[in-house]
Protein backbone atom coordinates (compact mmCIF):
# COMPACT_ATOMS: atom_id res chain seq x y z
CA UNK A 1 0.00 0.00 0.00
CA UNK A 2 1.30 3.54 -0.80
CA UNK A 3 0.11 6.38 1.12
CA UNK A 4 0.68 10.18 0.84
CA UNK A 5 1.61 12.55 3.55
CA UNK A 6 3.82 15.92 3.96
CA UNK A 7 7.48 15.30 3.56
CA UNK A 8 8.94 16.11 6.87
CA UNK A 9 12.69 15.48 7.31
CA UNK A 10 14.36 13.78 4.16
CA UNK A 11 15.91 11.15 3.90
CA UNK A 12 14.96 7.69 3.20
CA UNK A 13 14.20 4.51 5.86
CA UNK A 14 13.21 0.85 4.83
CA UNK A 15 12.43 -1.14 8.25
CA UNK A 16 9.27 -2.33 10.39
CA UNK A 17 5.95 -0.49 11.99
CA UNK A 18 6.43 0.06 15.70
CA UNK A 19 3.74 1.27 17.04
CA UNK A 20 3.92 4.07 19.66
CA UNK A 21 0.27 4.15 20.85
CA UNK A 22 -0.26 0.31 21.29
CA UNK A 23 2.60 -0.02 22.99
CA UNK A 24 2.09 2.69 25.61
CA UNK A 25 -1.78 1.43 26.58
CA UNK A 26 -1.38 -2.15 26.94
CA UNK A 27 -4.06 -3.43 29.48
CA UNK A 28 -5.00 -6.77 30.37
CA UNK A 29 -7.87 -8.36 31.84
CA UNK A 30 -7.28 -10.23 35.04
CA UNK A 31 -9.95 -11.99 37.12
CA UNK A 32 -9.01 -11.70 40.71
CA UNK A 33 -10.12 -14.21 43.50
CA UNK A 34 -12.97 -12.68 46.53
CA UNK A 35 -10.22 -12.43 48.94
CA UNK A 36 -8.05 -9.97 46.55
CA UNK A 37 -10.68 -7.84 46.24
CA UNK A 38 -9.30 -5.32 49.19
CA UNK A 39 -5.85 -5.46 47.92
CA UNK A 40 -6.67 -4.63 44.76
CA UNK A 41 -8.49 -1.55 45.49
CA UNK A 42 -5.95 0.10 48.12
CA UNK A 43 -3.73 -0.81 45.75
CA UNK A 44 -5.76 1.45 42.92
CA UNK A 45 -6.13 4.00 46.07
CA UNK A 46 -2.44 4.16 46.46
CA UNK A 47 -1.92 4.74 42.78
CA UNK A 48 -4.48 7.64 42.81
CA UNK A 49 -3.23 9.15 45.64
CA UNK A 50 0.47 8.89 43.93
CA UNK A 51 -1.06 10.61 41.13
CA UNK A 52 -2.17 13.08 43.21
CA UNK A 53 0.88 13.67 45.21
CA UNK A 54 2.69 13.97 41.55
CA UNK A 55 0.02 16.58 40.48
CA UNK A 56 0.60 18.42 43.42
CA UNK A 57 4.74 18.37 43.60
CA UNK A 58 3.88 19.99 39.89
CA UNK A 59 1.65 22.53 41.04
CA UNK A 60 3.55 23.96 43.91
CA UNK A 61 6.19 24.58 41.57
CA UNK A 62 4.55 26.91 39.22
CA UNK A 63 2.03 28.36 42.02
CA UNK A 64 3.82 30.84 42.99
CA UNK A 65 4.49 32.31 39.26
CA UNK A 66 0.66 32.10 38.38
CA UNK A 67 -2.14 34.19 39.45
CA UNK A 68 -4.25 31.75 41.66
CA UNK A 69 -7.49 32.00 39.34
CA UNK A 70 -5.02 30.08 37.06
CA UNK A 71 -3.91 27.73 39.01
CA UNK A 72 -7.37 26.72 40.04
CA UNK A 73 -6.64 24.34 36.48
CA UNK A 74 -4.76 21.99 39.33
CA UNK A 75 -7.92 21.86 41.49
CA UNK A 76 -9.93 20.68 38.21
CA UNK A 77 -6.94 17.94 38.38
CA UNK A 78 -7.10 16.84 42.12
CA UNK A 79 -11.05 17.16 41.55
CA UNK A 80 -10.87 14.36 38.85
CA UNK A 81 -9.09 12.29 40.99
CA UNK A 82 -11.55 12.61 43.91
CA UNK A 83 -14.59 12.11 41.40
CA UNK A 84 -17.04 9.85 41.84
CA UNK A 85 -17.80 8.59 38.56
CA UNK A 86 -13.97 7.81 38.12
CA UNK A 87 -13.18 6.59 41.36
CA UNK A 88 -16.13 5.17 43.16
CA UNK A 89 -17.27 3.42 39.95
CA UNK A 90 -13.58 2.07 39.40
CA UNK A 91 -13.87 0.15 42.97
CA UNK A 92 -17.28 -0.86 41.94
CA UNK A 93 -16.16 -2.38 39.12
CA UNK A 94 -13.21 -4.00 41.08
CA UNK A 95 -15.64 -5.58 43.58
CA UNK A 96 -18.61 -6.91 41.47
CA UNK A 97 -16.71 -7.84 38.23
CA UNK A 98 -13.54 -9.20 40.52
CA UNK A 99 -11.36 -8.02 37.60
CA UNK A 100 -7.42 -6.35 37.76
CA UNK A 101 -7.63 -2.05 39.03
CA UNK A 102 -6.09 -1.62 35.58
CA UNK A 103 -8.45 -2.88 33.35
CA UNK A 104 -11.58 -1.42 35.91
CA UNK A 105 -9.97 2.05 35.40
CA UNK A 106 -9.55 1.69 32.24
CA UNK A 107 -13.16 0.77 31.39
CA UNK A 108 -14.36 3.36 33.47
CA UNK A 109 -12.32 6.31 32.22
CA UNK A 110 -12.99 5.07 28.14
CA UNK A 111 -16.86 5.26 29.47
CA UNK A 112 -15.65 8.96 30.33
CA UNK A 113 -13.83 9.98 27.83
CA UNK A 114 -16.59 8.71 25.27
CA UNK A 115 -19.39 10.50 27.11
CA UNK A 116 -17.05 13.74 26.56
CA UNK A 117 -16.76 12.96 22.87
CA UNK A 118 -20.23 12.86 22.30
CA UNK A 119 -20.10 16.77 23.18
CA UNK A 120 -20.84 19.30 20.63
CA UNK A 121 -19.33 21.99 22.71
CA UNK A 122 -15.75 22.34 21.69
CA UNK A 123 -14.45 23.41 24.84
CA UNK A 124 -15.67 20.48 26.98
CA UNK A 125 -14.46 18.21 23.91
CA UNK A 126 -10.99 19.10 24.91
CA UNK A 127 -11.41 18.49 28.58
CA UNK A 128 -11.80 14.88 27.25
CA UNK A 129 -7.94 15.47 27.05
CA UNK A 130 -6.83 16.21 30.61
CA UNK A 131 -9.36 13.72 32.02
CA UNK A 132 -7.46 11.34 29.72
CA UNK A 133 -3.76 12.70 30.22
CA UNK A 134 -4.64 12.32 34.43
CA UNK A 135 -6.36 8.94 33.35
CA UNK A 136 -2.36 8.21 31.82
CA UNK A 137 -0.82 9.27 34.85
CA UNK A 138 -3.02 7.04 37.23
CA UNK A 139 -2.28 4.36 34.78
CA UNK A 140 1.35 4.70 34.88
CA UNK A 141 1.51 4.16 38.61
CA UNK A 142 -1.01 1.23 38.43
CA UNK A 143 1.69 -0.75 36.36
CA UNK A 144 4.09 1.06 38.25
CA UNK A 145 6.10 1.80 34.72
CA UNK A 146 7.82 4.81 33.96
CA UNK A 147 5.16 7.13 31.77
CA UNK A 148 7.61 7.14 29.18
CA UNK A 149 8.22 5.34 26.07
CA UNK A 150 10.35 2.93 26.50
CA UNK A 151 12.85 3.85 24.19
CA UNK A 152 15.68 0.72 25.05
CA UNK A 153 12.81 -2.18 24.24
CA UNK A 154 12.58 -1.00 20.64
CA UNK A 155 13.82 -3.36 18.24
CA UNK A 156 16.43 -2.51 15.60
CA UNK A 157 15.50 -1.17 12.10
CA UNK A 158 11.74 0.43 13.72
CA UNK A 159 10.14 3.09 11.85
CA UNK A 160 7.74 4.42 14.52
CA UNK A 161 4.14 5.08 14.21
CA UNK A 162 2.35 7.82 16.29
CA UNK A 163 -0.67 9.72 16.29
CA UNK A 164 1.91 12.68 17.11
CA UNK A 165 5.01 13.16 18.18
CA UNK A 166 6.56 15.87 20.75
CA UNK A 167 10.08 17.13 19.74
CA UNK A 168 11.52 15.81 23.00
CA UNK A 169 10.34 12.23 21.65
CA UNK A 170 11.92 12.94 18.26
CA UNK A 171 15.36 14.08 20.54
CA UNK A 172 15.31 10.53 21.61
CA UNK A 173 15.50 8.60 18.40
CA UNK A 174 18.48 8.87 17.22
CA UNK A 175 20.60 6.58 20.01
CA UNK A 176 17.29 4.02 20.52
CA UNK A 177 17.13 1.98 16.95
CA UNK A 178 15.06 4.38 15.12
CA UNK A 179 15.27 4.69 11.45
CA UNK A 180 12.45 7.05 10.83
CA UNK A 181 8.57 8.36 11.89
CA UNK A 182 5.48 8.52 10.85
CA UNK A 183 2.60 10.64 12.34
CA UNK A 184 -0.88 11.16 11.56
CA UNK A 185 -0.87 15.07 12.20
CA UNK A 186 1.71 17.54 12.07
CA UNK A 187 3.51 20.98 10.30
CA UNK A 188 6.08 21.08 8.16
CA UNK A 189 7.58 24.06 10.49
CA UNK A 190 6.54 22.07 13.79
CA UNK A 191 9.61 21.76 16.12
CA UNK A 192 9.13 18.12 16.17
CA UNK A 193 10.25 18.37 12.33
CA UNK A 194 12.62 20.82 13.04
CA UNK A 195 14.61 18.07 15.56
CA UNK A 196 13.66 15.20 13.18
CA UNK A 197 15.94 17.69 10.56
CA UNK A 198 18.32 18.32 12.91
CA UNK A 199 18.55 14.67 13.88
CA UNK A 200 18.80 13.07 10.40
CA UNK A 201 15.60 11.53 10.60
CA UNK A 202 13.30 10.74 7.64
CA UNK A 203 9.74 11.76 8.59
CA UNK A 204 6.25 11.56 7.34
CA UNK A 205 2.98 13.46 8.37
CA UNK A 206 -0.27 14.01 7.73
CA UNK A 207 -1.40 10.68 7.09
CA UNK A 208 -4.81 11.04 8.88
CA UNK A 209 -5.22 8.02 10.65
CA UNK A 210 -2.51 5.65 9.13
CA UNK A 211 -1.22 4.70 13.00
CA UNK A 212 -4.72 3.20 13.38
CA UNK A 213 -3.70 1.07 10.48
CA UNK A 214 -0.44 0.76 10.67
CA UNK A 215 0.25 -3.07 11.78
CA UNK A 216 2.99 -3.48 14.06
CA UNK A 217 5.95 -5.69 12.75
CA UNK A 218 4.92 -4.77 9.17
CA UNK A 219 7.51 -3.67 6.54
CA UNK A 220 7.51 -0.20 5.48
CA UNK A 221 9.32 2.27 3.53
CA UNK A 222 9.31 6.15 4.94
CA UNK A 223 10.37 8.15 1.60
CA UNK A 224 10.80 11.64 3.56
CA UNK A 225 11.71 13.88 0.21
CA UNK A 226 8.98 12.94 -1.31
CA UNK A 227 6.24 12.48 2.07
CA UNK A 228 5.59 8.87 0.63
CA UNK A 229 4.84 5.79 3.00
CA UNK A 230 4.92 2.29 1.04
CA UNK A 231 3.57 -0.62 3.80
CA UNK A 232 4.60 -3.97 2.20
CA UNK A 233 6.39 -3.54 -0.37
CA UNK A 234 7.14 -5.92 -2.83
CA UNK A 235 10.66 -6.97 -3.81
CA UNK A 236 11.35 -4.59 -6.97
CA UNK A 237 10.05 -1.81 -4.10
CA UNK A 238 12.35 -2.38 -2.00
CA UNK A 239 15.60 -2.63 -4.26
CA UNK A 240 14.50 0.81 -5.67
CA UNK A 241 14.44 2.28 -2.59
CA UNK A 242 17.71 0.81 -1.63
CA UNK A 243 19.42 2.21 -4.57
CA UNK A 244 17.62 5.76 -3.83
CA UNK A 245 18.99 5.42 -0.26
CA UNK A 246 22.26 4.98 -1.28
CA UNK A 247 21.76 8.02 -3.85
CA UNK A 248 20.85 10.37 -1.16
CA UNK A 249 23.51 9.30 1.12
CA UNK A 250 26.23 10.26 -1.46
CA UNK A 251 24.75 13.31 -2.10
CA UNK A 252 24.97 13.95 1.30
CA UNK A 253 28.57 12.92 1.25
CA UNK A 254 29.61 14.92 -1.77
CA UNK A 255 27.72 18.19 0.25
CA UNK A 256 29.65 17.65 3.20
CA UNK A 257 33.10 18.34 1.65
CA UNK A 258 32.18 21.68 1.57
CA UNK A 259 32.66 22.11 5.42
CA UNK A 260 36.07 23.42 5.48
CA UNK A 261 35.07 26.05 3.00
CA UNK A 262 33.86 29.82 3.45
CA UNK A 263 30.23 30.63 2.85
CA UNK A 264 31.84 33.39 -0.15
CA UNK A 265 29.91 34.91 -3.16
CA UNK A 266 31.83 34.68 -6.12
CA UNK A 267 32.55 38.42 -6.38
CA UNK A 268 34.07 37.80 -2.60
CA UNK A 269 31.37 38.23 0.02
CA UNK A 270 31.66 36.78 2.85
CA UNK A 271 28.38 35.48 5.04
CA UNK A 272 28.24 33.83 8.28
CA UNK A 273 26.52 30.57 8.54
CA UNK A 274 25.67 29.38 12.03
CA UNK A 275 23.77 26.40 13.13
CA UNK A 276 20.31 26.43 15.11
CA UNK A 277 20.80 23.95 18.30
CA UNK A 278 18.25 22.71 20.66
CA UNK A 279 20.23 20.23 23.02
CA UNK A 280 24.23 20.31 23.52
CA UNK A 281 24.41 16.69 22.15
CA UNK A 282 23.90 18.61 18.27
CA UNK A 283 27.29 20.56 18.45
CA UNK A 284 29.37 17.93 17.32
CA UNK A 285 26.66 17.75 14.16
CA UNK A 286 26.89 21.32 13.50
CA UNK A 287 30.49 21.46 13.35
CA UNK A 288 30.75 18.88 11.31
CA UNK A 289 28.18 20.07 8.87
CA UNK A 290 30.76 23.58 9.39
CA UNK A 291 28.78 26.03 11.47
CA UNK A 292 30.98 28.72 12.15
CA UNK A 293 28.84 29.70 15.31
CA UNK A 294 25.68 29.13 16.96
CA UNK A 295 22.93 31.09 15.64
CA UNK A 296 20.42 29.84 17.98
CA UNK A 297 19.96 27.87 20.77
CA UNK A 298 16.48 27.44 21.99
CA UNK A 299 17.22 26.57 25.63
CA UNK A 300 13.73 25.86 26.50
CA UNK A 301 14.34 22.12 25.31
CA UNK A 302 15.96 21.79 28.82
CA UNK A 303 13.13 22.95 30.21
CA UNK A 304 10.56 21.00 28.18
CA UNK A 305 12.58 17.76 28.63
CA UNK A 306 12.20 17.80 32.10
CA UNK A 307 9.72 17.95 34.78
CA UNK A 308 11.01 19.90 37.32
CA UNK A 309 12.54 23.19 36.59
CA UNK A 310 16.09 23.21 35.79
CA UNK A 311 18.33 25.68 38.39
CA UNK A 312 20.65 28.04 37.65
CA UNK A 313 23.45 25.93 38.52
CA UNK A 314 22.26 23.16 35.78
CA UNK A 315 21.51 25.62 33.76
CA UNK A 316 25.12 26.97 34.05
CA UNK A 317 26.66 23.94 33.50
CA UNK A 318 24.71 23.47 30.22
CA UNK A 319 25.48 26.63 28.55
CA UNK A 320 29.02 26.65 29.52
CA UNK A 321 29.48 23.46 27.62
CA UNK A 322 27.96 24.32 24.78
CA UNK A 323 29.97 27.82 24.61
CA UNK A 324 33.41 26.24 25.37
CA UNK A 325 32.60 22.92 22.71
CA UNK A 326 32.12 26.42 20.49
CA UNK A 327 35.08 28.40 21.01
CA UNK A 328 36.29 30.61 19.33
CA UNK A 329 32.70 30.67 17.64
CA UNK A 330 29.81 32.63 18.76
CA UNK A 331 26.85 31.10 20.71
CA UNK A 332 23.48 32.94 20.63
CA UNK A 333 21.33 31.52 23.36
CA UNK A 334 17.61 32.44 23.17
CA UNK A 335 15.85 32.92 26.41
CA UNK A 336 13.02 30.60 26.97
CA UNK A 337 10.23 30.55 24.37
CA UNK A 338 7.66 28.40 25.86
CA UNK A 339 4.00 28.63 25.91
CA UNK A 340 1.83 27.90 22.54
CA UNK A 341 3.10 24.99 20.74
CA UNK A 342 5.58 24.39 23.16
CA UNK A 343 4.30 22.87 26.62
CA UNK A 344 6.38 22.13 29.29
CA UNK A 345 5.98 19.94 32.12
CA UNK A 346 7.35 21.94 34.31
CA UNK A 347 5.64 24.96 33.31
CA UNK A 348 1.67 24.16 32.99
CA UNK A 349 0.05 26.95 31.35
CA UNK A 350 -3.85 27.49 31.84
CA UNK A 351 -5.47 26.73 28.58
CA UNK A 352 -5.84 30.47 26.19
CA UNK A 353 -8.33 31.25 23.95
CA UNK A 354 -5.68 32.02 21.03
CA UNK A 355 -2.37 30.65 22.43
CA UNK A 356 -0.02 31.86 19.36
CA UNK A 357 -1.41 35.65 20.17
CA UNK A 358 -1.35 34.61 24.26
CA UNK A 359 1.25 35.02 26.95
CA UNK A 360 4.34 33.10 25.74
CA UNK A 361 7.63 33.63 25.20
CA UNK A 362 9.10 36.49 26.51
CA UNK A 363 5.70 37.66 27.87
CA UNK A 364 5.54 34.74 29.96
CA UNK A 365 9.19 35.00 31.00
CA UNK A 366 8.25 38.98 32.66
CA UNK A 367 4.62 37.13 34.58
CA UNK A 368 7.17 34.54 35.62
CA UNK A 369 10.34 36.58 36.47
CA UNK A 370 11.83 34.37 38.95
CA UNK A 371 12.44 31.75 36.55
CA UNK A 372 13.22 34.45 34.08
CA UNK A 373 16.20 35.60 36.57
CA UNK A 374 17.24 32.48 37.08
CA UNK A 375 18.26 31.72 33.49
CA UNK A 376 19.72 35.59 32.93
CA UNK A 377 21.98 34.66 36.32
CA UNK A 378 22.63 31.54 34.64
CA UNK A 379 23.50 32.94 31.42
CA UNK A 380 25.95 35.84 32.56
CA UNK A 381 27.55 33.21 34.76
CA UNK A 382 28.55 30.46 31.91
CA UNK A 383 29.38 34.15 29.64
CA UNK A 384 32.75 34.07 31.21
CA UNK A 385 33.37 29.98 29.78
CA UNK A 386 33.13 31.01 25.90
CA UNK A 387 31.68 33.59 23.09
CA UNK A 388 27.87 34.04 24.57
CA UNK A 389 24.97 36.86 23.51
CA UNK A 390 21.68 36.23 24.65
CA UNK A 391 18.74 37.07 22.15
CA UNK A 392 15.15 37.46 23.50
CA UNK A 393 12.49 35.89 21.53
CA UNK A 394 9.30 37.53 20.74
CA UNK A 395 10.12 41.14 21.27
CA UNK A 396 7.04 43.27 19.87
CA UNK A 397 8.78 46.82 21.12
CA UNK A 398 11.36 48.97 22.34
CA UNK A 399 10.28 49.00 26.08
CA UNK A 400 10.05 44.88 26.14
CA UNK A 401 14.09 45.26 25.46
CA UNK A 402 14.66 48.06 27.87
CA UNK A 403 12.96 46.18 30.00
CA UNK A 404 14.97 42.78 29.75
CA UNK A 405 17.98 45.04 29.87
CA UNK A 406 17.11 46.10 33.39
CA UNK A 407 16.36 42.57 34.60
CA UNK A 408 20.38 41.84 33.28
CA UNK A 409 21.29 44.46 34.78
CA UNK A 410 19.72 43.72 38.16
CA UNK A 411 21.39 40.41 37.86
CA UNK A 412 24.78 41.55 37.12
CA UNK A 413 24.62 43.77 40.23
CA UNK A 414 23.74 40.86 42.14
CA UNK A 415 26.22 38.54 40.94
CA UNK A 416 28.96 41.34 41.36
CA UNK A 417 27.56 41.69 45.24
CA UNK A 418 28.15 37.79 45.65
CA UNK A 419 31.68 38.03 44.15
CA UNK A 420 30.62 35.52 40.76
CA UNK A 421 32.76 36.17 37.73
CA UNK A 422 30.76 36.86 34.54
CA UNK A 423 31.64 38.94 31.27
CA UNK A 424 30.43 42.50 31.33
CA UNK A 425 29.84 43.56 28.42
CA UNK A 426 27.77 40.13 26.93
CA UNK A 427 25.48 41.20 24.34
CA UNK A 428 21.58 41.08 24.06
CA UNK A 429 20.16 40.64 20.54
CA UNK A 430 16.45 41.10 19.57
CA UNK A 431 14.11 38.28 17.70
CA UNK A 432 12.43 40.31 15.30
CA UNK A 433 9.46 37.56 14.47
CA UNK A 434 6.42 40.14 15.38
CA UNK A 435 5.48 41.77 12.51
CA UNK A 436 5.34 45.11 15.09
CA UNK A 437 8.82 44.78 15.62
CA UNK A 438 9.78 44.42 11.98
CA UNK A 439 8.08 47.61 11.05
CA UNK A 440 10.05 49.30 14.47
CA UNK A 441 13.31 48.02 13.52
CA UNK A 442 15.16 51.13 13.44
CA UNK A 443 13.82 51.81 17.18
CA UNK A 444 14.47 48.16 18.13
CA UNK A 445 18.11 48.53 16.62
CA UNK A 446 19.15 51.14 18.94
CA UNK A 447 18.41 49.26 21.92
CA UNK A 448 19.47 45.55 21.22
CA UNK A 449 23.20 44.78 19.78
CA UNK A 450 22.14 42.79 16.85
CA UNK A 451 18.99 41.73 15.31
CA UNK A 452 17.67 37.83 14.13
CA UNK A 453 14.81 37.42 12.16
CA UNK A 454 12.59 34.59 13.21
CA UNK A 455 10.96 33.83 9.96
CA UNK A 456 8.50 30.74 11.05
CA UNK A 457 6.34 33.20 13.19
CA UNK A 458 7.25 36.20 11.22
CA UNK A 459 5.57 34.71 8.30
CA UNK A 460 2.36 33.37 10.46
CA UNK A 461 1.91 36.81 11.74
CA UNK A 462 2.08 38.50 8.62
CA UNK A 463 -0.13 36.43 6.51
CA UNK A 464 -2.37 35.30 9.60
CA UNK A 465 -1.99 31.74 8.78
CA UNK A 466 -1.18 29.33 11.30
CA UNK A 467 1.69 26.92 9.76
CA UNK A 468 0.32 23.72 11.38
CA UNK A 469 -3.00 23.97 9.52
CA UNK A 470 -2.75 22.64 6.13
CA UNK A 471 -5.95 23.88 4.50
CA UNK A 472 -4.52 27.61 5.08
CA UNK A 473 -1.02 26.55 4.41
CA UNK A 474 -0.85 28.10 0.79
CA UNK A 475 -1.25 31.94 2.63
CA UNK A 476 1.67 30.96 4.79
CA UNK A 477 4.02 32.30 1.60
CA UNK A 478 7.24 32.68 2.31
CA UNK A 479 8.28 33.79 -1.37
CA UNK A 480 5.51 37.13 -1.29
CA UNK A 481 6.97 40.06 -1.71
CA UNK A 482 5.57 41.80 1.30
CA UNK A 483 7.45 39.53 3.54
CA UNK A 484 10.10 40.22 1.55
CA UNK A 485 9.68 44.13 2.31
CA UNK A 486 9.45 43.29 5.75
CA UNK A 487 12.61 41.68 5.79
CA UNK A 488 14.83 44.33 3.67
CA UNK A 489 13.50 47.13 5.90
CA UNK A 490 14.78 45.39 9.16
CA UNK A 491 18.12 44.61 7.02
CA UNK A 492 18.38 47.97 6.20
CA UNK A 493 17.56 49.85 9.52
CA UNK A 494 19.76 47.59 11.40
CA UNK A 495 22.78 48.17 9.27
CA UNK A 496 21.95 52.00 9.49
CA UNK A 497 22.50 51.44 12.90
CA UNK A 498 25.85 49.28 12.18
CA UNK A 499 24.06 46.62 14.09
CA UNK A 500 24.05 43.28 12.23
CA UNK A 501 21.27 40.91 11.15
CA UNK A 502 20.68 37.05 11.03
CA UNK A 503 18.00 34.98 10.15
CA UNK A 504 17.08 32.40 12.20
CA UNK A 505 14.32 30.69 10.38
CA UNK A 506 13.57 28.08 8.32
CA UNK A 507 13.79 30.38 5.22
CA UNK A 508 17.69 29.92 5.97
CA UNK A 509 17.65 26.73 4.95
CA UNK A 510 15.43 27.02 1.75
CA UNK A 511 17.93 27.07 -1.49
CA UNK A 512 14.63 28.98 -2.42
CA UNK A 513 15.62 31.92 -0.62
CA UNK A 514 19.05 32.11 -0.64
CA UNK A 515 19.97 34.44 -3.31
CA UNK A 516 17.04 36.75 -2.57
CA UNK A 517 18.62 36.88 0.82
CA UNK A 518 22.08 37.08 -0.01
CA UNK A 519 20.97 40.18 -2.09
CA UNK A 520 18.56 41.76 0.54
CA UNK A 521 22.34 42.06 2.83
CA UNK A 522 21.75 39.59 5.23
CA UNK A 523 24.33 39.01 7.32
CA UNK A 524 24.13 35.72 8.59
CA UNK A 525 22.28 32.68 7.81
CA UNK A 526 21.78 30.40 10.84
CA UNK A 527 19.72 26.78 9.98
CA UNK A 528 19.53 23.16 11.41
CA UNK A 529 23.09 21.94 10.48
CA UNK A 530 22.33 19.24 7.74
CA UNK A 531 21.17 22.40 5.76
CA UNK A 532 24.29 24.06 6.07
CA UNK A 533 26.56 22.46 2.84
CA UNK A 534 23.81 22.96 0.58
CA UNK A 535 22.89 26.43 1.22
CA UNK A 536 26.49 27.57 1.27
CA UNK A 537 27.09 25.77 -1.92
CA UNK A 538 24.25 28.37 -3.61
CA UNK A 539 26.37 31.29 -1.60
CA UNK A 540 29.60 29.93 -3.14
CA UNK A 541 28.32 29.75 -6.87
CA UNK A 542 26.05 32.87 -6.67
CA UNK A 543 27.23 36.80 -7.45
CA UNK A 544 26.20 38.98 -4.55
CA UNK A 545 25.88 41.76 -7.07
CA UNK A 546 23.37 40.03 -9.13
CA UNK A 547 21.24 38.70 -6.53
CA UNK A 548 20.76 42.36 -4.98
CA UNK A 549 19.83 43.00 -8.31
CA UNK A 550 17.26 39.65 -8.25
CA UNK A 551 16.10 41.04 -4.76
CA UNK A 552 15.27 44.69 -6.21
CA UNK A 553 13.58 42.98 -8.83
CA UNK A 554 11.48 40.67 -6.47
CA UNK A 555 10.85 43.29 -4.28
CA UNK A 556 9.38 45.65 -6.45
CA UNK A 557 7.23 43.23 -7.82
CA UNK A 558 8.45 42.44 -10.84
CA UNK A 559 8.04 38.39 -10.46
CA UNK A 560 4.72 38.57 -9.03
CA UNK A 561 1.54 37.96 -10.72
CA UNK B 1 -19.69 24.51 30.79
CA UNK B 2 -16.12 25.45 31.90
CA UNK B 3 -14.03 23.30 34.25
CA UNK B 4 -14.11 26.01 37.15
CA UNK B 5 -17.80 26.77 37.01
CA UNK B 6 -17.80 23.02 38.00
CA UNK B 7 -15.77 22.99 40.81
CA UNK B 8 -17.21 26.31 42.08
CA UNK B 9 -20.72 24.85 42.48
CA UNK B 10 -19.20 21.32 43.20
CA UNK B 11 -17.59 23.26 46.27
CA UNK B 12 -20.82 24.77 46.70
CA UNK B 13 -22.98 21.44 47.42
CA UNK B 14 -19.76 19.74 49.47
CA UNK B 15 -20.93 22.70 52.40
CA UNK B 16 -24.64 21.25 52.74
CA UNK B 17 -26.07 18.18 53.63
CA UNK B 18 -28.41 18.39 50.79
CA UNK B 19 -27.71 16.28 47.38
CA UNK B 20 -27.79 19.17 44.54
CA UNK B 21 -29.09 17.51 40.92
CA UNK B 22 -28.70 19.36 37.88
CA UNK B 23 -30.27 17.74 34.52
CA UNK B 24 -30.58 18.23 30.80
CA UNK B 25 -32.56 17.07 28.15
CA UNK B 26 -34.47 14.28 30.32
CA UNK B 27 -30.29 13.01 32.08
CA UNK B 28 -29.75 14.25 35.30
CA UNK B 29 -26.07 14.41 37.30
CA UNK B 30 -25.25 14.29 41.14
CA UNK B 31 -22.97 17.28 41.68
CA UNK B 32 -20.45 15.40 43.42
CA UNK B 33 -19.18 14.53 40.05
CA UNK B 34 -17.43 17.36 38.57
CA UNK B 35 -16.86 14.95 35.87
CA UNK B 36 -20.35 13.84 35.20
CA UNK B 37 -21.53 17.41 35.96
CA UNK B 38 -19.34 17.95 32.14
CA UNK B 39 -20.24 15.05 30.58
CA UNK B 40 -23.87 16.91 29.95
CA UNK B 41 -21.86 19.67 27.83
CA UNK B 42 -23.83 22.59 29.25
CA UNK B 43 -23.34 25.52 26.86
CA UNK B 44 -24.35 28.82 27.09
CA UNK B 45 -28.20 29.32 26.20
CA UNK B 46 -28.99 25.88 27.95
CA UNK B 47 -31.86 25.07 29.71
CA UNK B 48 -31.22 22.82 32.54
CA UNK B 49 -33.06 21.48 35.58
CA UNK B 50 -31.97 22.19 39.12
CA UNK B 51 -33.10 19.75 42.16
CA UNK B 52 -32.13 19.93 45.49
CA UNK B 53 -33.17 17.27 48.12
CA UNK B 54 -32.38 16.89 52.07
CA UNK B 55 -32.53 18.33 55.38
CA UNK B 56 -31.07 21.66 54.48
CA UNK B 57 -32.09 22.46 50.82
CA UNK B 58 -33.75 25.92 51.33
CA UNK B 59 -30.09 27.14 52.48
CA UNK B 60 -28.57 25.17 49.89
CA UNK B 61 -30.88 26.51 47.07
CA UNK B 62 -30.33 29.94 48.53
CA UNK B 63 -26.74 29.84 48.15
CA UNK B 64 -27.46 28.59 44.47
CA UNK B 65 -29.49 31.11 43.74
CA UNK B 66 -26.60 33.56 45.03
CA UNK B 67 -24.04 31.70 43.25
CA UNK B 68 -25.98 32.46 39.93
CA UNK B 69 -26.83 36.12 40.77
CA UNK B 70 -22.78 36.22 40.82
CA UNK B 71 -22.13 34.37 37.75
CA UNK B 72 -20.66 31.66 39.14
CA UNK B 73 -18.04 33.75 40.02
CA UNK B 74 -16.54 34.54 36.33
Not at chain 1, 6 to 27: E, F, Q
Not at chain 1, 47 to 62: F, G, L, N
Not at chain 1, 340 to 355: G, I, M
Request: proline residues 4%; glycine residues 6%; contains cysteine.
Amino acid sequence: MVYKGMALSPGIAIGRVYSLKRAAHKVHRRSILPNEVKPEISRFRKAVDDTRKEMISVEDKVKKALSSKKSSIFEGYRLFLEDKMLINETETLIKDQRVNAEFAFSMQLNKIISEFKKIKNDYLKERARDVSELGRRVMSHLMDMDDKVLWGDIPPDSVLVAYNITPSDTAHMKSNNIRAFVTDIGGKTSHTAIVARALEIPAVTGLRDFSVIAEPGQDIIVDGENGIVITDPDEETVINYKRERKRYQDEQHSLQKLMDLPAVSTDGVTFGIEANIEIAEEIATALAYGAEGIGLYRSEYMFINSEALPGEDEQYAQYKTVCEKMLPYPVIIRTIDLGADKLSDAVKLPPEQNPMMGLRSIRLCFKIPEIFKTQIRALLRASEAGNLKIIIPMITNVSEIKKVKTIISEAKRELEKEGVPFNGRVEVGAMIEVPAAAVAADLIAEEADFLSIGTNDLIQYTFAADRMNENVDYVYEQGNPALMRLIKFVIDSAHKKQKSVALCGEMASDPAFTKILMGMGLDTFSMSAIAIPKIKKIIRTTSAREAQDFADKFIAGSFSQ
Amino acid sequence: MHVRTALTISKLSEKFESKLFIGKDGEEISFDSPLGLLTLGISKGDEISVRIQGADSLELARAFDKLVEENFGE
